[in-house]
């Protein structure tokens, strides 16, 4: 069963766990959509507009480990003090990263990764974090662009999976690894 658990902003809000799963990436790639696709039900806001993510959210998936979805970064609206806390919010859950087994950073694969996304790559490098990334939204690019972008963009990648939340494209295999590095 999975169950919604908490919704924080700081260190003492988060829920004691022992195994995470956490779900990054830009505001707009469709990462709220991939996260419901993963676990076939609506647990992410979907919004019309990027940035509606305000909190870390956790959710406990069949009580094997918790998943953690994140506001999305490189929001270019989020005012000077929204940007600060923002940061802050993720220094806080970034400093318990002995919970976290996986990172699975969401990048948009009709444009690879950006400044923003590369920005994060660093981080997840520099602190030792294990990660893949779910390049989404291939369903909007034909076989020639996804193959193009796939050796273009992508090439100095290596844990990659294609993804698309709306055609449900890959969405299996990508949770079976989030699932096997949870055991």
Same mark, same amino acid.
């Given at each position: 069963m999975i169950r919604f658990i908490c919704s924080a902003t700081s *260190?003492?809000? +988060? %829920?004691?766990? *022992? &195994?995470?799963?956490?779900?990054?990436? !830009?505001?707009?790639? #469709? &990462?709220?959509?991939?996260?419901?696709?993963? @676990? &076939?039900?609506? /647990?992410?806001?979907?919004?019309?507009? %990027? #940035? =509606?993510?305000? /909190?870390?959210? +956790?959710? $406990?998936? $069949?009580?094997? @480990?918790?998943?953690? $979805?994140? %506001?999305?970064?490189? @929001?270019?609206? !989020?005012? =000077? *003090?929204?940007?600060v806390r923002f940061a802050d919010m993720m220094d806080d859950y970034f400093s318990r990263k002995d919970k976290i087994l996986l990172v699975v950073m969401i990048v948009d694969a009709r444009i690879g990764l950006t400044a923003d996304d590369l920005d994060m790559k660093e981080y997840l490098d520099e602190h030792e974090l294990k990660y893949i990334v779910a390049a989404n939204k291939i369903d909007k690019l034909s076989n020639n662009q996804l193959m193009n972008n796939k050796h273009k963009l992508f090439a100095d990648i290596e844990n990659i999976i294609f993804v698309s939340a709306e055609k449900k494209k890959n969405i299996d295999q990508l949770r079976r690894y989030i699932d096997d590095s949870a055991l």
């Open positions: *260190e003492k809000q +988060f %829920p004691q766990t *022992e &195994k995470e799963i956490v779900f990054v990436g !830009r505001s707009n790639v #469709g &990462k709220s959509s991939l996260i419901n696709a993963l @676990y &076939k039900q609506k /647990l992410a806001y979907v919004g019309k507009t %990027p #940035g =509606k993510t305000k /909190l870390i959210n +956790f959710f $406990d998936i $069949d009580g094997l @480990y918790t998943a953690v $979805d994140v %506001p999305g970064y490189g @929001y270019a609206q !989020r005012s =000077k *003090e929204e940007a």
